[in-house]
């Protein structure tokens, strides 16, 4: 499973370079139309993730890294976050 969320983060962070090349040398007419509109619709992904997983990122300590890192890679990065271990039920 790590080596799935790892190919993933690679692979979003290599679609982000594509973005970013395109917006510094645009490719021609209908690619540079849909880089553009694939980019701001993962960017409107990501920003959602943030608000739905914001509350599972409070007790961590580096929040605003975590905040970054899902701005960046979406859901490969929440699902690479462990989870909390939850106490035994006193008996």
């Known amino acids: 499973m790590r ?27 209908p690619f540079s139309l849909m880089i553009n509109a694939a980019g701001i619709a993962l960017l409107g992904l990501h920003v959602l993730e943030i608000l739905f997983f914001n509350a599972s990122l409070r007790g961590r300590s580096h929040r605003w890294f975590d905040r970054l890192q899902i701005l960046l890679t979406g859901i490969f990065h929440v699902m690479s976050i462990p989870r909390p271990l939850k106490a035994a039920p006193i008996a």
Request: glycine letters at 12%; hydrophobic letters at 65%; a positive charge.
């Open 3 to 29: 080596f799935v969320l790892g190919l993933g983060k690679a692979l979003t962070v290599a679609f982000w370079g594509v973005v970013v090349v395109n917006l510094l040398i645009p490719q021609p007419m």
